[in-house]
Every structure is written in C-alpha cells, then in structure tokens.
C-alpha cells in the first residue's frame, strides 16, 4: 500500500511557480443513479444533490489557486463538475478532451451487483473487442498529462476525469505496475471529488513527477480531508 504524510498546501501551490508545472486531477462528484449500474460511457448520468454539494466543497478547496485551464472528460458528471469548480475562476476557460474519458468497457449498464462478482476486475474479462485495458487508460492520461505541461509550463491544470483515469496515472507515476492489484484494495480509491496532485520539472524530458499528492476535501479521513498528503511507491 502507499505510504503517506501530511502536509499543507503552499504559498506555490495557489499562486503558481515557473520552475513546476502542477496537474491537478479531479474525480467528478456522485451521480444520480438510482439503478445502481455501471454507468461507464452511457449518456445523460448527470450530478445528483449530493454532488452537486460536493462539488462546491471541492471548487472551495481550489477558489484561490491560480488555475489557468480547466479540461474535461466529455462526459456529463464531469463536465457539469467542471462548470462547478471554474465558477470562482472568472474568464478560466473550460475544455473537453478524450482523453480524460471514462474507461470505455462492455459491462457499461450492468448492475453492480455484476462488478462485485467479478471484484470490478473488468479489464480481465472484456466483453467487446474495443474494451480498453489498463495500459491503454495510462496511456491516454499520460499522453494528456504530457499535452498539458507543454501548453502550460510552470503553470497550473485541473482535469476533470473518473476514478480509474485517476489511480491509474497515480499508480504508473508512483512507479507501481499497471495491474489491477494496484488499482483495488489495500491501495484506496480517489473519492468522489477528490485532487490528486502531479507536480513536474519544467524539462519536458523528466516524465516523473517531482511529487505526487492527494486531498480528498469531501472524505471522511480527517487527515486526507483536513490538507495535501504526499505519497510513496
């Protein structure tokens, strides 16, 4: 499992550093689905009450950051999470982008109680062709994470994806290998509205991040909830 320590934000973290280039991942908040499905790529899942509440919590936690771009998965939920979060960044632009998409997977639409049988290990057991594996997800988060510290060098990016997107960039960037045991527990899962924090070098040719950290705002660890919190390999 990562190891840990606390830590708070810094004064580089909200005003920007030109020496360190920062990209904030964001999981998007809960979603209205009362079917209990795996909603995956399907249209119209949109924020429920309570995330739209988290939302605000997580658009608090980045309101003085000196975020320069906002991109987005094109789905919904994360596009309505973006809107949400950019509301205290007048004139901030948003943007879409595939490659903060959803994990693109033929068990879309299936109930839950279908992934739980199979330990959400949906990578393993395809069931089209075009299913994505897990190293096709890396592949594109890191292609996106290597976009952005090209447009936006020392300077900081907020992307708006899911929850695998997001641990798997964090388990490739912490050096972990890309299986599902690296996905699932004991290793936790970003929550809902959480910030996953990639700080870089500005040399384009130093792929690993200086640091890697995490700050779940709305979750009920009170010491991931209460500031940043620096992980390990």
Do not use: C
């Not at 939302?55 to 789905?75: G, K, N, Q, W």
């Amino acid at each position: 499992a990562e190891t840990q320590r606390t830590h708070r934000a810094t004064q580089g973290f909200y005003l920007g550093n030109t020496e360190r280039t920062t990209i904030i991942l964001v999981r998007h908040t809960d979603v209205h689905n009362p079917q209990d499905i795996l909603y995956g790529r399907l249209p119209r899942f949109r924020l429920s009450d309570l995330g739209w509440r988290q939302a605000e919590v997580t658009a608090s936690a980045l309101a003085e950051a000196s975020i320069v771009v906002f991109y987005t998965s094109p789905r919904l939920r994360a596009r309505q999470t973006a809107r949400i979060l950019a509301g205290p960044h007048l004139g901030v632009p948003v943007r879409v982008t595939r490659l903060l998409d959803e994990v693109k997977t033929g068990w879309q639409g299936k109930p839950h109680s279908d992934l739980e049988a199979i330990t959400f290990n949906f990578y393993d057991q395809p069931v089209h062709p075009t299913d994505e594996t897990i190293q096709q997800v890396g592949a594109r988060v890191t292609r996106f994470v290597g976009l952005a510290r090209r447009r936006h060098p020392g300077q900081i990016v907020v992307g708006v994806t899911h929850g695998d997107p997001v641990i798997i960039a964090r388990a490739g960037y912490l050096g972990k290998p890309l299986t599902v045991e690296s996905l699932r527990r004991p290793n936790f899962y970003p929550g809902k509205g959480s910030l996953t924090r990639f700080t870089f070098s500005p040399n384009l040719r130093d792929t690993s991040p200086l640091s890697v950290d995490y700050y779940d705002p709305n979750g009920e660890d009170s010491a991931m909830s209460a500031g940043w919190v620096g992980l390990k390999g």
